[in-house]
Protein backbone atom coordinates (compact mmCIF):
# COMPACT_ATOMS: atom_id res chain seq x y z
CA UNK A 1 0.00 0.00 0.00
CA UNK A 2 1.51 3.24 -0.97
CA UNK A 3 1.40 6.39 1.03
CA UNK A 4 1.31 9.59 0.16
CA UNK A 5 3.67 11.97 2.19
CA UNK A 6 3.63 15.62 2.75
CA UNK A 7 7.02 17.01 1.48
CA UNK A 8 7.36 20.71 2.30
CA UNK A 9 7.66 23.46 -0.40
CA UNK A 10 10.08 25.53 2.03
CA UNK A 11 12.39 22.31 1.80
CA UNK A 12 12.55 22.31 -1.56
CA UNK A 13 12.74 25.92 -2.69
CA UNK A 14 15.37 28.23 -1.85
CA UNK A 15 14.91 31.36 0.14
CA UNK A 16 12.72 34.42 -2.07
CA UNK A 17 14.33 38.05 -1.58
CA UNK A 18 11.59 39.62 -0.51
CA UNK A 19 9.74 41.55 -3.62
CA UNK A 20 11.26 44.81 -3.77
CA UNK A 21 14.79 43.15 -3.30
CA UNK A 22 14.34 41.18 -6.08
CA UNK A 23 12.85 43.68 -8.61
CA UNK A 24 15.56 45.57 -7.59
CA UNK A 25 18.11 43.40 -8.58
CA UNK A 26 16.42 42.22 -11.73
CA UNK A 27 16.67 46.25 -12.79
CA UNK A 28 20.33 46.39 -11.64
CA UNK A 29 21.36 43.58 -13.81
CA UNK A 30 19.04 44.46 -16.66
CA UNK A 31 21.33 47.96 -16.91
CA UNK A 32 24.32 46.11 -16.51
CA UNK A 33 23.34 44.28 -19.32
CA UNK A 34 22.34 47.67 -21.12
CA UNK A 35 25.67 49.05 -20.34
CA UNK A 36 27.48 45.95 -21.94
CA UNK A 37 25.70 46.03 -24.50
CA UNK A 38 27.06 49.36 -25.18
CA UNK A 39 30.22 48.87 -24.24
CA UNK A 40 30.58 46.10 -26.83
CA UNK A 41 28.96 47.56 -29.77
CA UNK A 42 31.15 50.64 -28.99
CA UNK A 43 34.22 48.03 -29.07
CA UNK A 44 33.24 46.46 -32.59
CA UNK A 45 32.99 49.67 -33.75
CA UNK A 46 36.09 50.54 -33.19
CA UNK A 47 37.59 47.32 -34.35
CA UNK A 48 35.78 47.54 -37.42
CA UNK A 49 37.19 51.30 -37.90
CA UNK A 50 41.00 50.53 -37.06
CA UNK A 51 40.16 46.97 -39.60
CA UNK A 52 39.29 49.57 -42.18
CA UNK A 53 42.02 51.68 -42.02
CA UNK A 54 44.26 48.62 -41.74
CA UNK A 55 42.75 47.40 -44.72
CA UNK A 56 43.39 51.11 -46.80
CA UNK A 57 47.05 51.12 -45.45
CA UNK A 58 47.69 47.56 -46.90
CA UNK A 59 46.09 48.51 -50.28
CA UNK A 60 48.02 52.02 -50.75
CA UNK A 61 50.98 49.75 -49.53
CA UNK A 62 50.30 47.54 -52.01
CA UNK A 63 49.91 50.43 -54.59
CA UNK A 64 52.91 52.39 -54.07
CA UNK A 65 55.28 48.78 -54.35
CA UNK A 66 53.72 48.36 -57.97
CA UNK A 67 55.20 51.63 -58.95
Known amino acids: MLVARHVSTT ?9 SASQDAMRETA ?4 ELEMALRESMNTSAHREALW ?4 AARAQAQRE
Do not use: G, H, T, V
Request: proline share 18%; net charge negative; aromatic share 0%.
Open 11 to 19: QLEPPQLPL
Open 31 to 34: ERIR
Open 55 to 58: AQEE
